[in-house]
């Protein structure tokens, strides 16, 4: 029998285990060392320990989690904001301008209004706290007598020709597309007489979007029949309930010689149904009686109110679980003002007449409570 000689590319060197020894090497490492005094390679290392049985390898795995874990935790603070991009940011919107990401173009006929000088805040605020006046106050609001601050129809016909835009804004206003029509002329233009806070909503890309804002005293808007803002008419936007914001705010926007963040307020639903919203007028200086749903057509002149300008308190916004909050229709709070909603006023206007007797003429600005729906939030 011939003997080959062996070829290049196998080692000629001897065996590196007893020959009585498995053909494959061992799948992972031996709980104890091996037994046979194999012979090892030459100048080969000799047994090794485990990996894991190494401490300086442990000490240095161990060094690098902790320091991973450390940078994330960095990371995900962000700038120190308390929360996500948008924490601590509110967005100033003087009351003549568009915004950003408008749904419509401007259907406000005026934005004119002086602001109102609030009466001081009871208790004490934080820095995460509004001052809260409800929606049914006398005076909250203004506008000119006859003259409606918004121009409805043209507000439906916009919306009516873009259907996305359309169906975007029923999903903050939480109502069906084909009823945001009717939902609009559900509305009372009116304008704000002091700064107030709210959470805006722009439209891009074929949705909603929603930022904090500070619309300016004179902004025109439409309200519900709670008294809270809910459209802006300079831009179409729908509006809902501001948002608790965590840190130090960071304001970015327009800005206007008598802002004044202290001086800042959000509008809390009135308990009942507002039937008549008692306005000024101060071009004409005097007080107006205007009914729910109206453009102003039916405004009456009224007597001045017993407390004209509105009563505030401190008011801590939340944050909801939902995009939207609730629907103007349910929404209710606890009163936050020591002034009942409905006074009949005790001092007339000596610089104008009475009003004449007419029908339907009054200045209670809400109908009897109706039936109390379950609170919202706290605010």
């Not at 009717?182 to 074929?206: E, I």
């Not at 939902?322 to 610089?351: F, I, L, V």
Request: proline content about 15%; hydrophobic content about 25%; some cysteine.
């Amino acid at each position: 029998m011939s003997v080959e000689p062996p070829s290049s590319d196998r080692p000629t060197g001897p065996p590196s285990g007893p020959l009585s020894g498995p053909s494959q090497p061992p799948s992972g490492p031996p709980s104890q060392p091996p037994s046979g005094g194999g012979t090892p390679e030459p100048g080969g290392p000799g047994p090794r320990r485990p990996w894991w049985r190494s401490a300086p390898r442990i000490a240095a795995i161990t060094a690098v989690v902790v320091a991973a874990v450390v940078l994330a935790v960095v990371l995900s603070r962000g700038d120190g904001d308390g929360g996500t991009g948008q924490s601590g940011e509110v967005f100033l919107q003087a009351a003549d301008k568009p915004g950003p990401d408008p749904f419509t173009d401007s259907t406000a006929n005026d934005s004119s209004a002086p602001p109102a000088t609030p009466s001081p805040p009871t208790g004490s605020t934080s820095s995460n706290e509004l001052r809260g006046v409800d929606g049914g106050a006398p005076g909250l609001y203004g506008g000119t007598r006859n003259t409606s601050a918004c121009d409805v129809e043209k507000q439906v016909d916009h919306l009516r020709s873009a259907p996305d835009k359309n169906k975007a804004f029923a999903s903050v206003a939480r109502v069906d597309a084909a009823d945001v029509p009717a939902y609009l002329r559900s509305l009372t233009p009116v304008q704000l007489r002091l700064d107030t806070r709210v959470t805006n909503h722009g439209y891009v890309d074929g949705a909603a979007t929603s930022y904090q804002a500070v619309l300016q005293a004179g902004t025109a808007v439409l309200v519900d029949d709670r008294g809270e803002p809910r459209v802006r008419c300079a831009c179409g936007n729908p509006l809902t309930q501001p948002v608790a914001q965590q840190g130090t705010l960071k304001r970015t926007g327009d800005s206007w010689p008598s802002y004044r963040s202290s001086d800042v307020v959000v509008v809390t639903p009135s308990q009942t149904i507002i039937n008549v919203f008692v306005i000024y007028d101060a071009a004409g200086d005097e007080w107006v009686a205007r009914h729910r749903r109206d453009d102003g057509d039916k405004d009456r002149r009224t007597h001045r109110p017993a407390k004209p300008t509105p009563s505030v308190s401190a008011s801590t916004p939340t944050t909801p679980t939902t995009a939207e909050t609730s629907t103007p229709e349910t929404a209710t709070s606890e009163p936050t003002t020591s002034e009942p909603p409905t006074t009949e006023p005790e001092t007339p206007d000596t610089s104008t007449p009475p009003p004449p007797p007419e029908e339907d003429t009054t200045t209670t600005s809400q109908s009897a409570p109706t039936e109390a729906a379950p609170p919202s939030p706290e605010l």
